[in-house]
């Protein structure tokens, strides 16, 4: 606890989660893919966080194939190894994972994240987070949690939208102004009562989180959970990801825990600017 104490002081006399929640919503409406490949791929990405797996009825209804072809493709698949056959449907395969982790951006900022991660999570107990944007949603690349943390629905890989997490309004209040006018001309769909959805708020919200230099949700896309989140910038001072604090409502103090998380994410955004620096020096492109 020696080095919590030291990067988190506030913290130093404690030690001791459209979309549906948790799952992906996949249009209705639309043209399905035309390519093979485009098509396969469809396949794959119909899977949401939460699907641990999906049939054949469930597949092509998300990707607008017909049953045949969804089948004959999914037959590719498994021999490929991208997915595997369940005694009720289909599932995605580790093989997916593995070539995930070859993705070099991601795996390094994990990598560089997580003793940071680690720290906040001996502090406080709770859920701790490592997002980064994709799109419209916050997705999760990391997450630091234990049997004293309140279970959420939020897991690696996972993603949310951004206009109702914490980590996602720090990608809409510091990024260009094009961000927040796709995820406006969307629209936003409330997940509990306490989500923000007139865009007037949401932009006054935002605002907010550009002043005070964090982030905070309440209970806004998780009933009773809350979360306070900071950015992580690279070495242009743009944000390029975000670390989070989530857990119960009605235990966490967002602006007690704030220092701390801006602590973590200020420390992780001078190592990577650190990296990107020697990098550039060696000749490498960043």
Same mark, same amino acid.
């Given at each position: 606890?020696?080095?919590?104490? $030291?990067?988190?002081?506030? +913290? $130093?006399?404690?030690?001791? *989660? ?18 093979? #490949? $485009? ?12 699907? !641990? ?18 089948? *004959?493709?999914?037959?590719? #698949? ?5 997915? =595997?056959?369940? $005694?009720?449907?289909? *599932?995605?395969?580790?093989? +997916? ?19 940071? +991660? ?19 949603? !916050? ?7 234990? @049997? @004293? ?10 993603? #949310? ?5 914490? !980590? ?13 006018? @796709? ?35 309440? =209970? ?25 604090? !989530? ?23 001078? =190592? ?13 492109? @960043?």
């Amino acid at each position: 606890m020696t080095g919590v104490a $030291a990067r988190f002081p506030a +913290l $130093a006399g404690e030690t001791d *989660r459209g979309h549906h929640r948790g799952m992906d919503v996949r249009a209705t409406g639309g043209e399905p893919p035309r390519s093979v #490949l $485009a098509r396969g791929l469809s396949l794959l990405d119909a899977f949401g966080s939460a699907d !641990t797996e999906l049939n054949l009825t469930e597949l092509a209804a998300r990707t607008g194939l017909p049953k045949p072809t969804a089948h *004959r493709l999914l037959g590719e #698949l498994v021999r490929w190894g991208g997915v =595997e056959r369940t $005694a009720s449907g289909y *599932r995605l395969s580790m093989r +997916l994972f593995v070539l995930g982790q070859r993705a070099p951006r991601p795996r390094g900022l994990r990598e560089a994240a997580l003793p940071y +991660l680690e720290d906040l999570y001996e502090a406080t107990h709770e859920n701790i987070h490592l997002a980064v944007l994709d799109g419209t949603d !916050t997705l999760f690349l990391e997450k630091v949690t234990g @049997r @004293r943390s309140m279970p959420i629905v939020s897991r690696v890989g996972g993603r #949310l939208p951004a206009y109702c997490t914490a !980590t996602g309004k720090l990608f809409l209040a510091l990024g260009p102004p094009g961000r927040l006018e @796709r995820v406006l001309s969307a629209g936003l769909v409330h997940y509990t009562p306490h989500t923000i959805v007139m865009p007037g708020l949401l932009q006054r919200e935002l605002a907010r989180t550009a002043d005070r230099g964090y982030a905070v949700n309440r =209970e806004e896309s998780e009933a009773g959970v809350s979360a306070v989140a900071a950015p992580v910038l690279d070495h242009r001072g743009l944000v390029i990801a975000a670390i989070s604090i !989530t857990g119960n409502v009605c235990r966490l103090d967002l602006d007690r825990l704030a220092p701390a998380v801006r602590t973590a994410a200020r420390a992780l955004s001078r =190592e990577l600017a650190r990296e990107s620096a020697g990098a550039l020096k060696m000749g490498i492109p @960043r």
